[in-house]
């Protein structure tokens, strides 16, 4: 018995010690890897730029293999969800910032710059959380701190290559520097003069706002990504938008710090010398177009007047006739405004909407309020529109934009157009040319379309075009002797 006893004994304590051994479930010493990503979403960046330089080893950048920590130096920029330690930037730092406070100038620089200051960007992806207009209008503030204090210019292009490429993108999405879903790394951007230069990397699955603390804010993070592309490292200044630590912190501009690294690079910007207006309203001596064999570039009806616009010129008609001194600079009226316009019009607070090309300016009566903005913020993916048309019917007034056969109508709650699939202009407007040059609603209500040297009545009630039309510009309007 005595000896059974010793072996039941002995078998209770192995078993206790065996136990110890074991791992509790869910300890908290015990460190867990998120699950990879399965097939279901696998993201292939094509970048539109294909450069043979030798990647820079911050390019290559790869946070150290677990369980073995990070030095702080090198701590991603992270969601507090997932880290105890302040958030930071996902772009490493150089070891030899650490003894940069030895030197006299605190920003640091990467040592690549772009060699010309008229930059494109394209925006490849957008976060689920915001729409399409509100993510453009966050960049556009974001490159317009740096902007404003250089030479700089930032233009959207969608359909061709840009020299700024963003992106939301989850996981491994081909640059060695993988995301890792909610929490975690935030965002990275590559350096001038890199292999992938430009290109700049936002985490899909992060929570994005903008001026909200719950959040991420986006446009504290894509200033500072901004500055990276443009060629600067980290800043050792506590609250510089280059400081490696991220900071919610409105309004957002940059510290003495981020501007002493930014004309470093760039420069100061550039200022116009003001032009003071010539006493008189002569015409230069280079000769104005003809009015009478003249394809007008836009017409409009600003401040009750009509005003026809060609090249850099502009012809002022009031009870239907043309004012002495005309045709003069249009330029006189807005300084400013592009020297060839592509259409015009006013809203209904008195504004006036010029356009060119991609962009828009709009002008509070002699006075540039706004611009140039891409016309994509208004939902707008064509550039050259051919005319614009602000039209009152039926108690209500509305705008419309035209090209190449198409229309748009903008929404004025969003400041958007309606849809992004236009319609055809033979739809609504019957009898009315496709490739229109011009359009503006005259006081009588009827709206002219103007196509080459000619025009159009149209009448918005029958939906049709009146009888006797088209008839020349030139004769009805400037009186000229037509054949």
Not at 403 to 416: A, C, I, M, T, V
Request: hydrophobic fraction near 35%; include cysteine; aromatic fraction near 14%.
């Amino acid at each position: 018995m005595r000896v059974s006893g010793l072996l039941a004994c002995a078998f209770a304590l192995h078993v206790l010690l065996t136990a110890r051994c074991l791992p509790l479930h869910g300890g908290q010493g015990l460190a867990k890897h998120k699950e990879s990503p399965g097939l279901s979403y696998i993201p292939h960046l094509h970048s539109e730029k294909r450069r043979g330089r030798v990647p820079h080893p911050q390019d290559t950048f790869k946070p150290p293999a677990w369980p073995k920590e990070e030095p702080h130096i090198n701590t991603p920029l992270r969601n507090s969800s997932r880290a105890t330690g302040p958030k930071r930037c996902g772009v490493p730092d150089y070891p030899e910032q650490r003894d940069v406070h030895l030197r006299q100038k605190r920003y640091v620089l990467f040592g690549g710059r772009w060699p010309k200051t008229d930059l494109t960007y394209k925006i490849q992806r957008f976060p689920w959380q915001m729409r399409e207009d509100k993510v453009r209008r966050i960049f556009q503030e974001a490159l317009k701190v740096w902007s404003d204090v250089t030479p700089l210019t930032f233009t959207e292009v969608v359909n061709q290559e840009a020299d700024i490429v963003i992106d939301f993108t989850r996981y491994w999405h081909g640059d060695n520097l993988p995301f890792d879903g909610p929490g975690g790394i935030l965002a990275h951007a590559f350096f001038p003069r890199t292999h992938r230069e430009g290109d700049i990397h936002f985490d899909y699955d992060e929570s994005w706002t903008v001026g909200n603390e719950l959040g991420t804010d986006l446009l504290q993070v894509a200033a500072h990504e901004f500055g990276h592309v443009l060629g600067l490292q980290h800043s050792l200044v506590p609250g510089a938008i280059m400081s490696p630590f991220y900071s919610f912190s409105y309004p957002l501009k940059l510290s003495e710090d981020d501007k002493k690294g930014i004309q470093y690079l760039y420069g100061p910007p550039v200022r116009a010398q003001p032009q003071i207006p010539a006493e008189t309203n002569d015409i230069p001596s280079a000769f104005p177009p003809d009015a009478c064999h003249t394809d007008f570039d836009a017409v409009s009806i600003i401040r009750g007047e009509l005003f026809f616009f060609k090249a850099s010129y502009a012809w002022r008609i009031r009870d239907g006739r043309l004012q002495a001194g005309y045709p003069a600079l249009a330029s006189r009226h807005w300084s400013g405004i592009p020297q060839k316009i592509d259409a015009a019009y006013e809203d209904k607070k008195g504004n006036i909407w010029f356009f060119e090309g991609s962009n828009y300016w709009v002008f509070d009566a002699e006075h540039r309020i706004k611009g140039p903005d891409s016309l994509l913020s208004l939902g707008l993916r064509v550039s050259n529109i051919q005319a614009a048309l602000r039209v009152k019917e039926h108690h209500s007034q509305h705008t419309y934009f035209f090209k190449s056969g198409n229309y748009w109508r903008l929404d004025p709650q969003e400041n958007r157009v309606d849809t992004s699939a236009p319609r055809r202009i033979q739809q609504d407007w019957w009898g009315v040319p496709e490739e229109i040059d011009a359009a503006f609603q005259e006081a009588s209500g009827f709206v002219v379309f103007i196509s080459r040297r000619q025009y159009w009545k149209f009448d918005p009630v029958q939906r049709k075009v009146l009888e006797g039309y088209p008839r020349y510009i030139g004769a009805d309007f400037f009186g000229c002797n037509m054949p």
